[in-house]
């Protein structure tokens, strides 16, 4: 089996077998890879603490003709605040799900694994507003996977949402969330995001569903 090392961040991990993770990740080189760590369900196993979600690093890999199988990483982001503050968390996570579902393998992700840690750095902070880096996530990865279908006639909307709506589709990934808005202008922005997912990503996402759900109790 051919060794590489692929650079990336993990999406999903589930348990296979008695000891061994199935490893999703979104790379630089490789698209989305399925990979696989045995051992790594063992107490004190060198791949236990480097097989988790969020994960950023370089992993490397032997090719296999199907899968690939997870030798070693070098973990250089574990994106500490989601793992202290469950409602990032759940932010998190559901951005992990929509890179799976948008994400190909052997495909160029460059882009859209930019995005996602971008996104997830600025989640990691406290000063931006949670809803606001959802709706800058939502349009923006529909951006990247070409199918923005620019400001909608039926949006009744103020031209400060308008405005936001076009710095985020024009704007380079590593300077996306480096503005606030009003709270009117993210309460339009929330409600653009919602019908641009609805209607042009499509896919239903269960982490989406309990990151409502835990919304919905933070209010109560």
């Known amino acids: 089996m051919e060794e590489l090392t692929v650079t990336g961040i993990i999406l ?20 989305k890879i399925v990979a696989f760590a045995k051992g790594a369900r063992k107490t004190n196993h060198r791949l236990l603490g480097i097989t ?3 994960l950023f690093g370089e992993f ?22 989601l793992r202290n503050d469950y409602e990032a968390a759940f932010y998190g996570m559901y951005f992990l799900e929509i890179s799976d579902y948008y994400s190909k393998e052997n495909n160029d992700e460059v882009e859209l694994l930019k ?8 989640l990691n902070k406290t000063s931006i507003d949670k809803c606001l880096i959802q709706s800058i996530f939502e349009i923006k990865s529909i951006c990247v996977n070409g199918e923005f279908p620019g400001i909608l006639d039926k949006f009744n909307i103020l031209e400060d949402t308008k405005f936001a709506i076009d710095y985020i589709v024009r704007t380079k990934i590593d300077k996306l969330y480096t503005f606030q808005v009003s709270k009117e202008v993210l309460a ?7 019908e641009y997912r609805v209607h ?13 759900n835990c919304l919905l109790k933070n209010e109560l």
């Open 12 to 31: 999903k991990v589930s348990n296979v077998s008695e000891y061994d993770k199935r490893i999703v990740i979104l790379t630089k080189e490789r698209g």
């Open 60 to 81: 490397s890999v032997y090719e296999g003709r199907t899968a690939y199988q997870i030798k070693e990483a070098t973990i250089l982001n574990h994106f500490e605040n």
């Open 188 to 194: 339009e922005l929330c409600v653009c995001a919602k």
């Open 52 to 54: 988790s979600p969020f």
């Open 200 to 212: 042009y990503m499509g896919g239903k996402f269960n982490s989406l569903e309990i990151l409502q």
């Open 115 to 122: 995005l996602l840690y971008q996104t997830l750095q600025a």
